[in-house]
């Protein structure tokens, strides 16, 4: 999970690398608002680490946009799609931290499932990311 999760964050920031300097004008600096280093262990360690890690993730590609005048409002929904693909095939929606019996995620989920639905463990992960989406001024993304 570690080595799917750094590799995406790669090309995440090869994505805002490559629009940051399509965006800035001659002789602006570059903005450097990008995944930066590399998920630790300690990152993925809990559902609660991926959480904060992912918000960190999100909060910089949609704050991107207030580097430097004329860049626009965040890096857009390529980075915003990859984020996604994080939450869903990376991270499989929160089952792994689900599977190793983590604490109240686990016993949330188990709940909701006796109600007849399932929440899931990244579900402000996946609140936050909407939200972002639809700020961004893409609704049918946020939907799908």
Not at 3 to 14: P, S
Not at 59 to 71: D, T
């Amino acid at each position: 999970m570690l080595a799917r999760t750094r590799a995406l964050l790669a090309h995440l920031d090869q994505l805002t690398h490559t629009r940051t300097q399509q965006q800035q004008p001659n002789g602006a600096p570059a903005c450097t608002a990008t995944s930066g280093a590399l998920a630790n262990l300690e990152d993925l360690s809990t559902c609660t680490a991926a959480q904060q890690l992912f918000m960190s993730l999100l909060q910089r590609c949609v704050g991107a946009g207030a580097c430097s005048a004329g860049v626009g409002v965040g890096y857009g929904l390529p980075a915003l799609e990859l984020l996604a693909q994080l939450l869903l095939d990376v991270w499989r929606d929160g089952q792994l931290w689900a599977e190793q019996g983590e604490g109240e995620e686990a016993a949330g989920k188990e709940g909701g499932e006796e109600q007849g639905g399932a929440v899931s463990p990244l579900h402000g992960c996946w609140q936050a990311l909407a939200g972002a989406m639809l700020q961004q001024g893409h609704p049918v993304a946020a939907i799908r």
